[in-house]
């Protein structure tokens, strides 16, 4: 009991380690420093610092899950778990603002990196875009969505605005980028969405509220 909870407790504090300085900022010195433990004391539990970056890994996938997916299943199947996975998606990303999102930044230290920890990482995020695109196919099925939407396109539609967010909100500052992103699902589901008594066909009228003004400033590009 007591190993289990020294690794929690490492493994917390790796996480917060990773989500401000990614993943290849993990070391098992740092980590020591850390957590006021020795450096042997950390790779007892873990044995190296490959094995330490896919366990922080699979804690984020675990967290991201609790926090993100297992309440979207409480929402009816449809359209209603769908928005509920979206939204929980971006809180997810807004609280994430100051630290990172290790998918995000994990993708963009190991996408040309053959590994395990690349492995590990891209089997989390095809877990994820496996269950949104199941809730896309769902919606079909249960006729909130048009029965010729092809599910892995809209699943792209929708992985892009939460990029989007990341970008602007993280990198650029901008304010309002949360709102921006909502506004774009809802155009999204705008062009998906069937309408009473049609199998087919966009929805003709724009639900999307209106995306918040930005200030315009004289420097250009």
Request: neutral net charge; hydrophobic residues 45%.
């Amino acid at each position: 009991m007591k190993g289990r909870q020294t690794r929690a407790t490492i493994l917390d504090a790796a996480l917060a380690l990773a989500s401000h300085m990614g993943l290849e900022g993990l070391s098992i010195g740092a980590l020591a420093e850390v957590t006021q433990m020795s450096k042997s004391g950390v790779f007892a539990h873990f044995g190296s610092r490959e094995e330490l970056q896919i366990s922080v890994v699979r804690e984020y996938h675990a967290k991201f899950a609790d926090e993100v997916f297992f309440p979207a299943m409480a929402e009816p199947r449809g359209l209603p778990r769908l928005r509920a996975l979206f939204d929980r998606w971006i809180k997810r990303v807004t609280v994430e603002i100051d630290s990172g999102c290790i998918y995000i930044s994990g993708a963009v230290e190991f996408d040309d990196r053959p590994g395990p920890v690349r492995d590990a990482l891209v089997g989390m995020v095809q877990t994820w875009q496996s269950s949104l695109e199941r809730a896309i196919e769902m919606a079909v099925d249960e006729g909130h969505l048009r029965a010729d939407t092809e599910p892995a396109q809209m699943l792209f539609e929708v992985h892009g605005l939460i990029l989007a967010l990341h970008h602007d909100a993280r990198f650029l500052r901008h304010p309002g980028a949360d709102e921006r992103a909502r506004a774009a699902f809802e155009r999204v589901l705008g062009h998906y969405t069937a309408l009473p008594g049609a199998a087919h066909g966009p929805a003709t009228v724009n639900t999307a509220p209106a995306a918040p003004r930005r200030k315009r400033t004289t420097s250009s590009v």
